[in-house]
């Protein structure tokens, strides 16, 4: 008869009991590192584990209430409410005031699903010390979390298992006869369609290994496992080379005006399970690289495009996205703000510090004033055609750089003009 413990997921039977058994994360967890440090201190405090899904939060926040022989109490925001935060201060009251006068971690999952009035639910508690808040989010805790809870609570930012992260796990999921042996073939691909989740990872080693037991293997081999699990791997690895070859494709399609070619990339990429998220970012970066001030809408589109997926979800908002690939591909092209970028950082890096010149500093002061910050500066508002005639803006001694060059195509035409009409006005003043 089977024990009770082989009844869990293999993700449960393989969390670690001790920091030491941790894999990934040494940034955070290794010798002299911030959040060993903590362990180490013997005094918990708030923080935010911040991360992609699969990569150690919930088992790092465990493994601080054990460290710090600690209440652990867990609360979902995706189910969870005001009555749970309730019942969690009641236990964290009861804990302290007992005879065991123990500690308490409140453990919050996803915690940016939480409005602001839940998460200023933990304010007066946090600061009262009643209990030590962990918050676990795949999202920016810069623009989901509440400030005022932000500002009491240290972010520690969790990175993707490696591959060699991922292949110990495999390891040691066969360790304890979890899985049967696996062609090196076979974990390459798991590894790869892993994408630095471990959950992931396992709970697909969960899946191969019923299937193996089934079929009476004794290893899964890379034939054996695209014929079970073909469907959800098909096309590409997600963060292998055919990846990054078709969003290769994709983008160069769109720089070159081929709104067929990009439009059957973009599908390629779909149909193989790229994330659309993630699709939106690049069409993002293109309509900045490789459109620029040609066409400035385009920008604006990719954005909205972004949102429009954000608000309607795959399958509906992946026709935004369409939309605007289309859009990018026939827009004028232009990647002189992109050259210009590069061209200015590269010589910033090169160059030495020059000093503001005096009629360009600013003077909010009486002694920055009586220091001339700021005196001579001629405000372009006040002079014809809103426009300084033969006023200079960099560096004293400074040649002009010429880090933009407008090309002749879509709205950079009409730049163009502009600033030949403004550098002749700078010539006849000089």
């Not at 993700?11 to 040494?26: D, S, W």
């Not at 809870?149 to 298992?161: G, K, M």
């Not at 972004?306 to 092209?333: N, T």
């Not at 970028?341 to 010149?357: M, Y």
């Amino acid at each position: 008869m089977s024990s009770p413990v082989s009844h869990q997921p293999l993700a449960e039977r393989l969390r670690p009991r001790t920091l030491g058994n941790v894999i990934g994360q040494q940034h955070l967890l290794g010798e002299g590192m911030a959040l060993r440090l903590a362990f180490e201190s013997g005094q918990p405090h708030s923080c935010i584990l911040w991360g992609p899904p699969g990569v150690g939060k919930t088992t790092i926040a465990r493994l601080m209430a054990d460290a710090f022989d600690a209440q652990f109490i867990t609360i979902s925001a995706v189910l969870g409410g005001v009555k749970d935060i309730r019942e969690a201060v009641e236990q964290a009251e009861s804990a302290r005031d007992g005879l065991q006068q123990e500690r308490t971690i409140v453990f919050v999952d996803e915690v940016h699903r939480f409005n602001k009035s839940q998460q200023d639910a933990f304010l007066p508690h946090v600061e009262s010390g009643l209990f030590t808040f962990i918050g676990a989010t795949t999202e920016n805790p810069s623009f989901e979390v509440n400030s005022a809870l932000l500002s009491r609570a240290a972010v520690y930012v969790l990175q993707p298992l490696g591959e060699d992260d991922l292949r110990q796990l495999i390891t040691r999921a066969q360790g304890i006869g979890a899985v049967p042996a696996v062609e090196t073939a076979a974990a390459d691909r798991l590894i790869s369609y892993a994408d630095g989740d471990a959950r992931r990872l396992l709970n697909t080693l969960e899946t191969l290994a019923v299937a193996a037991t089934r079929e009476k293997l004794a290893e899964v081999t890379d034939v054996w496992l695209m014929r079970v699990l073909g469907e959800r791997m098909r096309r590409y690895d997600k963060g292998g080379d055919q990846f990054y070859d078709t969003i290769s494709a994709l983008h160069k399609s769109v720089r070159g005006s081929d709104p067929d070619a990009a439009m059957y990339w973009f599908v390629r990429m779909l149909d193989g399970g790229a994330d659309p998220r993630y699709m939106s970012r690049r069409l993002i970066r293109m309509a900045a690289e490789d459109i620029g001030l040609a066409d400035p809408r385009a920008l604006r589109l990719a954005l909205d495009a972004a949102e429009v997926y954000e608000r309607l979800g795959s399958p509906e908002g992946e026709l935004a996205l369409a939309e605007c690939v289309v859009y990018l591909a026939v827009a004028p092209k232009s990647n002189a703000v992109y050259k210009a970028f590069n061209e200015a950082k590269a010589f910033v890096k090169k160059d030495g510090t020059r000093p503001v010149p005096m009629h360009l500093r600013n003077a909010p002061t009486k002694l920055m004033k009586e220091l001339d910050h700021g005196k001579g500066y001629r405000y372009a508002h006040d002079e014809a055609g809103g426009f300084a005639a033969g006023e200079s803006y960099l560096p004293e001694g400074m040649a002009a750089p010429g880090f933009y060059r407008p090309v002749e195509r879509g709205l950079e035409i009409r730049i163009a003009d502009k600033l030949r009409e403004l550098q002749k006005l700078n010539n006849q003043k000089n």
